[in-house]
């Protein structure tokens, strides 16, 4: 079922490696577990850095800058959530996607800690609007776990890299580089 | 066991009966969306293009649009709106609820992930109030 393909990838590097298979679906306990494997405290992560090296590096890439390196060392989960084209609005098909999110927050294993909502876009159309519009989706897919599923708004951040982190650069236009990355960004303060 | 541990039992138990009479089993919030995109996802397409789920963007807009939407959009939309806060609710109460069992059965745990596996472990805790939050917060 696509609309519902998950996947996790925990070690650092796997978001670069190229056509590397990560679909499959997983259990609720199994997002638990994956999201709440903290090994040591989460690096400090300045999302507003990564925003601003975002917005500087628009059609140059982020993957290898060291601020966003520190990512994909952290727990992590990958989903794919689609999108009405050109939109903020969550196909309904992926309602499920966003309440499984909602379900795993929501857990005592997860309650203790932030999240940063990370929105990627494959390469078609222009690199600055990508941009803008995976801001928009990651608040849209903030917004909807913080008022239809009550999750306090102080353990969720936004982040749109637009195209800038393919996790399939030899194929810039594959439907597969459309996707929502979960980050666990350690304990809420 | 007290006598005293069972007369608290006892009310507990009485308490649930009450109180669980006019309560239906909450799910998850997981299915709970995919139930209203399965009976409400082609109203949403023709009604509410464009609009999000989050704050009651698909509910205000789905509710605005009564006359022409499905009956069976309309009844899902209620039940899982219902069936949500049900769960948040019973997530809420889970602290206040099992509180006993905490001191009984795991005091010195440390961490409420450690505490919910703790009590889901002692199985005394199936029963009363505190088990049936855990069982509707979605959390055994």
Known sequence: MKSFRLATMLAAGLLLAPGHSFAQELSGPQVVRTLGRLQGGAPGIDIALLMEEAAAS????????????KLSKLSQ?????DFENDSIAIEPKSYRTVGMIADALHHPNLRRYKFLVVGHTSSTGDAKHNLD???KR???????????FAIAPDRLFAIGVGEEWLVDPSNPQAADNRRVQLVNLGLVK | MSTRTRLLGGALVAFLALSGA????????????????????????KFCKGLNLGSGRI????????????????STLASVTT????????????????????????????????????????????????GQAIIDAGWR
């Open chain 1, 58 to 69: 628009a059609g140059k890439g982020v993957a290898a800058l060291p601020d966003w390196q």
């Open chain 2, 22 to 45: 006019a309560r239906a089993d909450t799910i998850s919030f997981a299915d709970a969306v995919s139930t209203l995109a399965n009976d409400c996802g082609s109203d949403i397409k």
């Open chain 2, 59 to 74: 509910q205000n807009c789905l509710e605005s649009h009564a006359p022409k939407v499905s009956p069976t959009c309309t």
């Open chain 2, 83 to 130: 069936s949500i806060e049900q769960r948040l609710a019973a997530q809420s109460s889970f602290t206040a609820m099992c509180k006993h069992y905490v001191a009984q059965f795991c005091s010195g745990v440390v961490g409420e992930g450690n505490i919910l596996s703790c009590l889901n472990k002692a199985t005394r805790v199936n029963e009363g109030q505190c």
């Open chain 1, 133 to 135: 519009l995976s801001q």
């Open chain 1, 138 to 148: 990651a608040n849209a897919i903030t917004e909807a776990l913080s008022t239809t």
């Open chain 1, 77 to 81: 989960l990958i989903v794919e959530i």
